[in-house]
C-alpha cells in the first residue's frame, strides 16, 4: 500500500498484558495527518478519552516521527510524543531530535503507542521486529546518561539509541521529561507518564532503510530545501555557530526577555553575562542530529570554582529558565544545572519557572526558610537553583515536594494569593517571550492546544523579521488572531507532522512552506500532497487537539494570561509601559476563534469539522451537547 | 610466524611527528615476556632511559592486553599499561579490564605504543588498520563519561571502546587515571602522561578475531579453568555477588583496615557503615569484563540527601580511601565520590590517602583554613571530600594545587615534618591493608616495583586463608621475604602478563597457577610453555623492574615504610600492638634479596640476571658500575 515514507505498521505495546502486536498503519490517516504529532494527536483522540487520569494505566504514549524521518530529506529525524499531559490536563505533545526517532523507522515502524502499565519497572527493547519487555529494576534510580549505557552494554550494542526517564520521571514529577542522548522530550510532563507506566526506558535498534516512492522527484525537492536554507538569513551565517542562544540578544534589545519571574522585564541587560559573546566564550563545538547539515546544538563547558567540568548545551529558552526569569546571570550556573535537568530528566522551562515563582514567594514572605530546608531563595542565588533541581527530582521531602509539579500546583498547595505569581497558562509554565512585548507570541501561547508553548506557534515575525522584516509591529493587537492561526497551523503543516526541526521554519522558512513539504513527502510516499493539503493537515490537527481538550475540560476561559501579564505593564527596556489589557485579549480571541470559524466560546463549528473530514470531533461535540452552532 | 594468541604487531604511535608505523612484535618477546605487563616493562625498558623526565617528550604509554585476551580464555580481558610514573619515578604499570582490552586485539595489535608530544588537543582513532591522530580541542575539559559519548558520536560507531583522560589528567595531576567506561588503569598517575602529551583519548574499534593455534587443547584448558573457578572456596558464593566490598568486613575483623592516615586502625569498626550489609543495600546489579563469568563489578546506587543519583561501582580500596582512611562511614558519599573520580580521571586511592594526611595535618595546625579555601577538614568530613576532589581535579589555586600531586608532593611543599604523616612508599599512596597487622602485604608494598601497589604480590594468604586456611601467621616476619617473591612472581606470571584477572589469583589461585596459565598460553599461541616457563616469566619481570629502577635511582632505602608504620603500634582491633621495627623491616628485605638471588643492596646478581637471560640489565648494570657482586 504505502510506496514510501512510511513502514506502514504500527507497533502496540501494552505493558500490562506484556504483549506487543504489529497493526496496519491506515493510508487515510497517513493522508489526513501526515505523520509526528499528527499520528500522535489522532490516536490520543481515538483512544483516550478526555477525562483519562494521565498518569492512570488508560493514558498512552504515542511516538510518532514522519514520513520524512530516516529519508535524506534534511533535519528530519524529529520525534513526537503524545499523551495526555498531567502538567496540564490537555494534550500533552513533545517532539525530540537527536538518533532515536529514525532508529524507530529503521525498525520498521511509522508509530509505536504504549499503553497500560507495567507492576515494575521494565524497559522495552526493540530489535527490527524482535520487541522484548526487559526489567529494569536495577536501573530504577539511575539518571538518564548512565541508564542509556547500562541498557547499551546490556544489549550488547552500542549503536542502539535510547529515550529513558531519569529520577524525576520515576518520581512522577510533572516537569519530568524523556531523555535521548542528551536530548529532550521536554515538556508536558511527558516523563511522568512514562513514569507511572514503570517504564524506564525505550532501547532501539533497526537494520533496515525507508524506502522512496519517486527517487528523483525526492531528489529535487530536497535539493530545492537545501538551496532555500543557504538562503536564509539567519540559519548558516548565525544560527549554526551561535545555535539558539543567540537569541538572548534579540529579545534583550527588544525588552522581552523576562526577568525574576516576569516582574522586572527590561530592567537588567542580559546580553553582557549570559548572551552570545559569553555563550560563546565556553563553546566546545558542535553536534548534530541525523541528516542535518546546519548542527546547531552548542556543546557548552562550565568554567569556574563549583560548576566547573558541568558541559551540557542549553538551548535559548533554558538561558531565560535557569537564567534571568530567576534572576541568574552566571552562565557556568546554567550550564551546570543544563546538565542536572537532563541527567535527572527534568523540563529546564518548567523547572525554572517554578523556582522563579518559589523566589518571588520567598521575596515576599510567602514562603521562609522553614519551607525551604533552610535554603535562601532570594532571585540570583544560582547555588540555590542547583539545590532546588536536586530537591524537585528526587521529589523530596518539604519543598522538593512543594515544588516538583509545576506553578499550578505550587500555586494550589499554598493557597491565598500565591496563583497570581504562578506563570504558567493551562498548567504549563511560560516560555522566554514575554507575551506584553510580542502579542503574536502572547496569543499563540494563550491559544496553544498544549499550553504555553512556544512551539505550537512561533511568532518568528515578531523576533527575526521573516519573511519581512518589520511587517509586523509586535505591539499591535489587531491582526494577531489570523497570524496566531497562520503560525499554528503552519507549524504544526510543515514541522510538526512531517517531521522536519522547528528551527528551519523559524529562520528559512521558504525552505519547508507548505510546498516543499508536499513535494518532500509526496515524493516520499507516492501519497499526492498539494501545498494547501499540508496546510489543510496543520489546522485539521489543531482543530481534533481542541476538541480533545475541550472534552477534557478547557474552556475559552482557560485561553488567558498570568494575572501579571494582564495587570502589570513591562517596567523599562525595550518594551517598557506595556501589557496585554484583558479587553486586548478578548480581541485577540475574537479574531482567533474567528480567523478559526471557531464559535465565540472557542468550539469548532459544525462547518468547520466538516470541511476538515473530522466527523469523530463533530460525534464527540455533539453528544456532549457542546456544538455551539 | 605467530599460530594465535598474538597478532604480532606492534602499533607505534609518535605523537610529535603525527605518524603511526606498524612493527613485528618479535616471537622472543612473547616468549620471554607473555604479554601485558611483560611486554610493558620490556619496552620501557629497552626505549625509556630510567632517567627520562615521566611528562615530557621522552616518556612513553606501553599499552599491552596479553595472548589470552580477545580468545574465549574467561577473565582475560586486561590490559596493562607502562611507562615512567611521574608520582613514583619509577615503573608506573597499572591494568584495567572491561572492553577495550580486547578491542585492541580485533583491530589486530599486540601492543600500542604511544610517544612524543601532541602540539595540540588530540586523540587516536584506531579503526583495524586505518590510524587516525585526530583534533580533540573540543574535547579538552571535558570529563571522562561525556568524552566517551561525544567521541563515540563523532566516530559514527557507538561500539567503540574508548580510554581517555579527564581534567584530572589534562592538568597532569600525578593521581590522574586513564578511564575505560568506568574503569581505570588506576594508579601511578599514567592519566598524567596521557595529558602531559596532549593525548585525550583512545578510541577503538576491530573487526578481527584472535585465531588460536590449537583450539582443542585451548579448550581442555579453558575448562579446566572453569571448572577450577568454580571449586573455589569464595568466587562464586560470595565475590560474584558481593564484589571487592565483602574484603571490608574481613579487614575491619583483622583489625587492619587502615583508619584516619592510619594512626586509628582498629579504632572504629566500619564493618557496620560501609561493610557488606551496608554495601548491598545500594547495588543494582552486577556488570561483567568482557568473557567473564564472575561479574564481580556491583553498580551502587546512593541514597539519601546530597548524593542522591550518584552511581558508581566501587571497589573495597575506596571503601577505604574514600572512607575509612579519611574517617568516613556514610556509603552514600563513597559511591558519590568514587563517581566523581571516575568522571574527573581520578586514582580514588591516591586522592584518599592524599586528603587523609591533608586532614591530619588540619586537626595537628599544620594545615589551616587558609590553606583550605576556608574547608574544614576534620576526618569524616565527607563533604569535603567531594570539594576535595573537584579542587584536586581541576588543580584550583591553593588547596587543590597543594593536594593535587600526592602525599609526597604535598609533604615536600609543606617542609617540616609534614612527611611524618605522608602514608606512601616510593611515592605511591598505600592501599587498604595495615602493613602492621598483615606483614606479606607490607613486604610486598615496599618491594613492589611500582611502590606500595597491593596488586603485584598481594598476599592472599594472609587474608583469604587460600589454599591452606591459617597456614600463614600474618603478624610473622620469618618466611615473609621468600612468600613475597613467590607472590610477586606468580602474580605478575599468571596475571599481569597473559592478561588474567588477579581477582583469580587471590581467590581461586589453583585455576591460573603456572601449569593452567602454560597449558592456555601455549595452545593459543603455539609457542611451548611449561608451568616453570611461565613462572620464571614473573620473576623475569620483577628483574628487569627493578633495574629499571635501580637505573632511575633507586635503592634499598627506598624499599621502606613511612614512619608512621615503623613506630607506631596498630592502637585498638584485631591487629592491636603491631608495628614493623626497623629491624623487622630489615630482617624481611634480607630474607626477600636472599629469596631473589640479589645483594644485599637489593641489586640483582650478575647470576641471577644470567639464569633470567637479561643480557640488557646485566649491561646497564655493569655500565654504571652498580652490579654489586
Not at 511527558?190 to 527517487?215: C, D, E, H, Q
Not at 522585564?265 to 559569553?278: C, E, L, R
Not at 503574536?440 to 519573511?467: C, K, M, W
Request: hydrophobic letters at 40%.
Amino acid at each position: 500500500m504505502f510506496q514510501g515514507g512510511y513502514l506502514g505498521k504500527v507497533l502496540r505495546v501494552n505493558l500490562t498484558t506484556k504483549t506487543a502486536v504489529v497493526e496496519a498503519l491506515p493510508e487515510k490517516i497517513a493522508r489526513d495527518y501526515i505523520g509526528g504529532a499528527g499520528f500522535g494527536v489522532k490516536y490520543l483522540f481515538d483512544e483516550v478519552p478526555g477525562n483519562t487520569d494521565p498518569l492512570g494505566p488508560d493514558n498512552k504514549l504515542i511516538f510518532a516521527p514522519g514520513p520524512l524521518s530516516g529519508t535524506p530529506a534534511p533535519c528530519a529525524s524529529r520525534m513526537a510524543v503524545t499523551t495526555k499531559s498531567p502538567l496540564t490536563g490537555a494534550v500533552g505533545m513533545s517532539l525530540s531530535g537527536g538518533y532515536f526517532p529514525v532508529e524507530l523507522k529503521f525498525a520498521g515502524y511509522d508509530v509505536l503507542i504504549i499503553e497500560g502499565q507495567a507492576d515494575t519497572p521494565v524497559y522495552l527493547h526493540i530489535k527490527d521486529d524482535k520487541v522484548t519487555i526487559k526489567n529494569a529494576e536495577k536501573l530504577w534510580g539511575m539518571d538518564t546518561q548512565i541508564t542509556q549505557n547500562i541498557i547499551k552494554q546490556d544489549v550488547g550494542d552500542h549503536n542502539t539509541r535510547i529515550a529513558c526517564i531519569g529520577p524525576a520521571g520515576e518520581k512522577r514529577s510533572k516537569m519530568a521529561a524523556i531523555i535521548n542522548e542528551r536530548r529532550a522530550f521536554g515538556r508536558k510532563g511527558v516523563g511522568a507518564v512514562m513514569g507511572s507506566k514503570n517504564l524506564k526506558a525505550i532501547a532501539i535498534r533497526g537494520s533496515a532503510s525507508v524506502p522512496l516512492a519517486n527517487p528523483e522527484a525526492f531528489e529535487a525537492a530536497r535539493k530545492f530545501m537545501l538551496a532555500a536554507m543557504k538562503e536564509s538569513p539567519v540559519l548558516y551565517p548565525e544560527f549554526s555557530k551561535l545555535g539558539t542562544p543567540m537569541v538572548v540578544d534579540a529579545t534583550s534589545a527588544m525588552g522581552i526577555l523576562p526577568s525574576e519571574n516576569y516582574r522586572n522585564t527590561g530592567v537588567k541587560d542580559y546580553s553582557d553575562t549570559i548572551g552570545v559573546a559569553a555563550s560563546i566564550s565556553r563553546n566546545k563545538g558542535s553536534e548534530h542530529c541525523y541528516g542535518c547539515p546546519v548542527g546547531c546544538t552548542q556543546l557548552k563547558l562550565a568554567a569556574g570554582p563549583g560548576y566547573q567540568g558541568g558541559m551540557s548545551d542549553p538551548e535559548y529558552e533554558t538561558y531565560y529558565s535557569l537564567g534571568s526569569v530567576v534572576g541568574v546571570d552566571q552562565i557556568d550556573s546554567i550550564i551546570y544545572n543544563d546538565m542536572l535537568c537532563d541527567q535527572y530528566g527534568l523540563d529546564t522551562m518548567s523547572v525554572g519557572v517554578t523556582i522563579a515563582m518559589a523566589m518571588e514567594l520567598f521575596e515576599r514572605g510567602l514562603l521562609t526558610t522553614a519551607d525551604t530546608n533552610g535554603l535562601d531563595l532570594h532571585f540570583g542565588n544560582h547555588q540555590a537553583v542547583t539545590q532546588l533541581i536536586r530537591e524537585i527530582a528526587f521529589r523530596s521531602e518539604g519543598i522538593g515536594e512543594l515544588l516538583c509539579d509545576g506553578t499550578r500546583s505550587l500555586a494550589e498547595k499554598l493557597g491565598g494569593n500565591a496563583g497570581d505569581f504562578a506563570m504558567h497558562i493551562k498548567g504549563l509554565e511560560l516560555p522566554a517571550y514575554d507575551p506584553r512585548g510580542a502579542k503574536a507570541h502572547g496569543l499563540n501561547f494563550a491559544t496553544s492546544y498544549t499550553g504555553a508553548d512556544h512551539n505550537r506557534g512561533y511568532a518568528f515575525q515578531e523576533v527575526f523579521g521573516i519573511p519581512v522584516p518589520n511587517a509586523y509591529d509586535r505591539f499591535a493587537v489587531a491582526g494577531k488572531g489570523w497570524l496566531t492561526k497562520w503560525n499554528q497551523d503552519i507549524r504544526c503543516a510543515t514541522t510538526d507532522c512531517p517531521t522536519m526541526c522547528g528551527f528551519l521554519m523559524d529562520m528559512a522558512v521558504p525552505a519547508i512552506a507548505g510546498q516543499n513539504t508536499a513535494d518532500l513527502v509526496s515524493s516520499a510516499s507516492g501519497i499526492n500532497f498539494t501545498g494547501d493539503d499540508v496546510v489543510r493537515v496543520g489546522e485539521r490537527v489543531n482543530n481534533l487537539a481542541r476538541v480533545f481538550n475541550i472534552s477534557a475540560g478547557f474552556t475559552r476561559a482557560d485561553d488567558t494570561f498570568p494575572k501579571r501579564i494582564i495587570e502589570e505593564t513591562i517596567p523599562e527596556g525595550g518594551s517598557k509601559g506595556h501589557r496585554i489589557a484583558r479587553e486586548d485579549l478578548e480581541l485577540m480571541l475574537n479574531e482567533y476563534y474567528e480567523a478559526r470559524n471557531w464559535t465565540q466560546d472557542g468550539v469548532p463549528t459544525r462547518e468547520k469539522l466538516a470541511e476538515l473530514d473530522l466527523p469523530e470531533a463533530l460525534a464527540l461535540l455533539t453528544d456532549r451537547g457542546l456544538l455551539g452552532d
